[in-house]
Every structure is written in C-alpha cells, then in structure tokens.
C-alpha cells in the first residue's frame, strides 16, 4: 500500500467551500504515481520505453467532505496485478480526524505508446510491481 499526504488548497474548494468531487480523481493519480514510484518505476521510464497507462475505468463513491487547509492521506493498494492491467483501490482519509472521505477505483491497462494496443508489461517492470503488491 502506497501513502500519500495533500493538502486542500483553496482552488480545489467549490461556492459550497468544500472540495469540488473533480478533486478525488487528481488525487488518485497522485496515489498511482507515487505507488509506481515506491515500487522504484517512474513514469518517465515507461514513457522512455514507449508504454503508457491509460485509466478504464474509475469511480469514486464521497463519504464526507474536505474543506480548505484540511491534509487528507490518499491511501493506493493494488488490488489486481497482471501483464496487461492495473486495479487499484483508494482511501482518502481527514489526516487530522481519520475521517473516511472518500473510496475509488481505477483500472489502467498497459498500452503501447506507438501502436496504441494493449502490451505485456515488461518483466523488469512486473516484478517490481509484483514485490509491493499486497
């Protein structure tokens, strides 16, 4: 499971003052980004290596709202690892209180930069996935 700590700026705020549900969705690409950094891959690299990750499918069901200045945990656990594709699950969590905000998910699959069709990851990359999946 990878952690991650944002802070609520007051752009990420709505005329309700409470964060705009657009929101969650950036901060699961947050998550996903520093969970492939934790599992020593950076997307720069697979860029160099012609692969992409283009999100499938993602949802996100609001238990309760963040609000300017709050700092919220993004909490990404992979949930499926094969050669194609990538399910994550997400908890975004009120630092302060641990209150449950908010769950996702999201589905990315492993795609060839040139071609645009779904590709193997690379096995360098799929065992370095595969050490930190829990």
């Not at 950076?42 to 283009?54: C, G, M, Q, S």
């Not at 069901?61 to 992979?78: G, H, L, N, P």
Request: with cysteine.
């Amino acid at each position: 499971m990878g952690q991650v700590r944002v802070k609520v700026n007051f752009f990420d705020t709505d005329a309700m003052a409470v964060v705009h549900h657009a929101n969650y969705f950036r901060w699961f690409e947050i998550g996903r980004v520093e969970f492939l950094r934790e599992a020593g891959i950076t997307l720069n690299e697979l860029i160099a290596d012609h692969i992409v990750f283009p999100i499938t499918d993602v949802s996100c069901k609001y238990r309760a709202s963040a609000r300017f200045d709050d700092v919220v945990i993004i909490e990404t656990i992979a949930k499926v690892l094969t050669p194609v594709k990538l399910v994550f699950d997400y908890k975004v969590i009120r630092e302060v209180d641990g209150e449950l905000l908010a769950e996702g998910h999201s589905q990315g699959v492993f795609t060839s930069m040139e071609t645009g069709k779904l590709i193997k990851l690379p096995k360098e990359y799929f065992d370095k996935l595969k050490a930190i999946q829990q």
